[in-house]
């Protein structure tokens, strides 16, 4: 019988585990706290690349835990972090009226350029 028990109380630790993981992740989430948008720089690059986001009450904090999840490594030299609802992205559905002007600008593509045949990498 105790080996029977042992069986059974496992996996009741492993579900409660779980369980508690979810309750708390939802408390959190509940509050009301906004969602960040993390951007790093890493340390070879010019440009910060959106690598997450996080649930935070304030700026301060989202920095502190954006610095804590995403640079344990010490991968960047610099971090941003953005409420989403400062955010603003094209819609899908209208990527033609967004995107066709770009068509008719043909002057912007050099195109029409000859190249010398030294030039193999462009």
Not at 95 to 104: L, S, T
């Amino acid at each position: 019988m105790q080996k029977n028990e042992r069986k059974k109380k496992e996996p009741q630790k492993q579900a409660n585990l779980f369980t508690n993981y979810t309750i708390i992740t939802n408390q959190y989430n509940m509050k009301g706290n906004p969602i960040w948008e993390v951007f790093i720089r890493s340390k070879n690059g010019l440009e910060h690349r959106h690598v997450g986001s996080l649930h935070a009450e304030d700026a301060k904090m989202a920095m502190e835990n954006a610095r804590d999840v995403y640079t344990r490594r010490q991968e960047g030299v610099s971090i941003w972090v953005v409420e989403s609802k400062h955010i603003t992205a094209s819609n899908p559905s209208e990527n033609g009226e967004m995107f066709d002007p770009a068509k008719d600008k043909a002057y912007r593509h050099p195109t029409f350029y000859d190249l010398p045949d030294e030039l193999e990498h462009i």
